[in-house]
């Protein structure tokens, strides 16, 4: 039979409020007490009930990370640095896929509420009510919930622009732009308006694709690009997967890299994935995971956080710019 807290106060001679305060290490015990309650744990191979003792304190030391689908490089990546670093503050991670079903989503709210998870970060494509919401520690990815939720980015409208700089500045005449549109309010829109913005700059009529692609469909959309602009001779591409797709489609219609088709990408740190190395605006993936990490946990302790935290990319050069 396991031995309970009422054994080591017997055993240690103290009460059992004695033994309460020495294994949630507070101060209020003296040494000498606190060596003889330690020494009869030990003695009765005495453990804490964690989950008993987790749901007196209200808390599960579970948080939930919400990514549209895992086989993708990009969650993947986020996924692991997320679990490594939510174990440092001694939590544990339940990964959901949401695979487009938004009941998914909704579920973890739930759960938030219920006191079933801590909290949880979202990489979601989906809208929620902000009533919904209200009172659930969470934290985002690029997505602008608004209220008090706060989130994680990167300098998307910065780096798309000092992107398409680099491709005018090696010979780019005519630019485009190909992306897949969230379905909410994101700051992967800012990709866009930089694109705009740069054409205007740059006085070159703006050659764009940005809708709502669903997962396999990529080619589909890439394909009708480049039939329907010809002349373009750079392309900014707003997500690693779509640019894989464009190089492997410009090089089966005989398209030189990059003397014909100048490529660069946002996203760009899975050349390893890949045939080709692309140029990139490299996402701090680890440092991403570990910021939004740090401030759930703060969002948990009801501790104050920023609505909006930017961390600034990186320019690879690869084989597909001049």
Same mark, same amino acid.
């Given at each position: 039979?396991?031995?309970?807290?009422?054994?080591?106060? %017997? @055993?240690?001679?103290?009460?059992?409020?004695?033994?309460?305060?020495?294994?949630?290490?507070? %101060?209020?015990?003296?040494?000498?007490?606190?060596?003889?309650?330690?020494?009869?744990? %030990?003695?009765?191979?005495?453990?804490?009930?964690?989950?008993?003792? !987790?749901?007196?304190?209200?808390?599960?030391?579970?948080?939930?990370?919400?990514?549209?689908?895992?086989?993708?490089?990009?969650?993947?990546?986020?996924?692991? @640095?997320?679990?490594?670093?939510?174990?440092?503050?001694? @939590?544990? *991670?339940?990964?959901?896929?949401?695979?487009?079903?938004?009941?998914?989503?909704?579920?973890?709210?739930?759960?938030?509420?219920?006191?079933?998870?801590?909290?949880?970060?979202?990489?979601?494509?989906?809208?929620?009510?902000?009533?919904?919401? &209200?009172?659930?520690?969470?934290?985002?990815?690029? &997505?602008?919930?608004?209220?008090?939720? #706060?989130?994680?980015?990167?300098?998307? @409208?910065?780096?798309?622009?000092?992107?398409?700089?680099?491709? *005018?500045?090696?010979?780019?005449?005519?630019? =485009?732009?190909?992306?897949?549109?969230?379905?909410?309010?994101?700051?992967?829109?800012?990709?866009?308006?930089?694109?705009?913005?740069?054409?205007?700059?740059?006085?070159? #009529? #703006?050659?764009?694709?940005?809708?709502?692609?669903?997962? =396999?469909?990529?080619?589909?959309?890439?394909?009708?690009?480049?039939?329907?602009?010809?002349?373009?001779?750079?392309?900014?591409?707003?997500?690693?997967?779509?640019?894989?797709?464009?190089?492997?489609?410009?090089?089966?219609?005989?398209?030189?890299?990059?003397?014909?088709?100048?490529? +660069?990408?946002?996203?760009?740190?899975?050349?390893?994935? =890949?045939?080709?190395?692309?140029?990139?605006?490299?996402?701090?993936?680890?440092?991403?995971?570990?910021?939004?990490? !740090?401030?759930?946990?703060?969002?948990?302790?009801?501790?104050?956080?920023?609505? &909006?935290?930017?961390?600034?990319?990186?320019? +690879?050069?690869?084989?597909?710019? %001049?």
């Amino acid at each position: 039979m396991e031995a309970t807290i009422k054994d080591v106060a %017997k @055993y240690a001679g103290v009460g059992v409020g004695t033994v309460s305060r020495v294994i949630n290490n507070e %101060k209020a015990v003296g040494a000498k007490t606190r060596a003889k309650v330690l020494e009869a744990m %030990k003695a009765l191979n005495y453990s804490r009930n964690n989950m008993a003792f !987790r749901l007196r304190k209200n808390e599960t030391r579970i948080i939930a990370l919400l990514v549209p689908i895992i086989n993708h490089p990009f969650f993947a990546k986020l996924a692991y @640095y997320v679990e490594d670093e939510a174990s440092r503050f001694g @939590y544990s *991670v339940l990964l959901v896929s949401s695979q487009q079903k938004v009941d998914k989503e909704t579920e973890i709210i739930t759960r938030i509420k219920h006191r079933e998870v801590d909290g949880a970060v979202f990489v979601t494509h989906y809208m929620h009510e902000s009533d919904d919401l &209200r009172g659930c520690p969470i934290v985002s990815i690029d &997505r602008t919930f608004g209220g008090d939720i #706060p989130y994680v980015t990167s300098d998307n @409208y910065d780096a798309t622009k000092n992107a398409i700089g680099y491709m *005018v500045e090696h010979g780019a005449k005519s630019i =485009g732009f190909i992306g897949s549109k969230p379905l909410v309010a994101s700051e992967v829109l800012e990709r866009e308006r930089a694109y705009l913005d740069a054409m205007e700059e740059y006085d070159m #009529p #703006p050659r764009i694709v940005n809708e709502v692609i669903q997962h =396999g469909e990529e080619t589909i959309v890439v394909q009708d690009f480049i039939k329907k602009h010809k002349d373009v001779d750079g392309v900014f591409v707003s997500g690693y997967t779509l640019s894989q797709v464009l190089y492997e489609a410009a090089t089966s219609l005989g398209k030189r890299i990059p003397d014909d088709l100048q490529i +660069v990408s946002y996203d760009g740190i899975f050349s390893q994935w =890949g045939s080709s190395n692309i140029t990139s605006v490299e996402q701090p993936v680890e440092e991403m995971a570990r910021q939004v990490v !740090r401030l759930l946990i703060k969002k948990i302790r009801n501790e104050e956080t920023p609505a &909006r935290t930017v961390i600034n990319t990186k320019f +690879v050069l690869g084989t597909t710019t %001049k």
